[in-house]
């Protein structure tokens, strides 16, 4: 799904930019006030922080056991855990 900015000229919904579709594409507008979205930061393109600002935002914020990143598939698959000597 795509946004696009427009606006309403009391008859017919105007983007402000152009759209790649073809003439008489069939669309399904859902409308939303632009004053009722989410400030957008600086550090964001269309509302959504880039992936490396999400990784930021998440780093040192996981929780689990100590040896979590040497015994992954232990926790994620339930397989026996290695011993210490082969990580």
């Not at 009722?36 to 550090?43: D, H, K, M, Y």
């Not at 990784?55 to 232990?74: I, R």
């Amino acid at each position: 799904m795509v946004a696009i900015k427009g606006h309403f000229d009391g008859k017919v919904f105007v983007p402000d930019e152009p759209v790649d579709l073809p003439r008489g594409e069939a669309v399904v507008l859902h409308v939303q006030r632009a004053a009722e979205l989410p400030a957008v930061s600086s550090n964001s393109t269309n509302g959504q922080d880039d992936a490396w600002a999400v990784l930021k935002k998440m780093t040192g914020t996981a929780e689990g056991p100590a040896d979590w990143s040497a015994q992954h598939d232990h926790y994620l698959y339930g397989t026996p855990k290695r011993p210490e000597n082969d990580k």
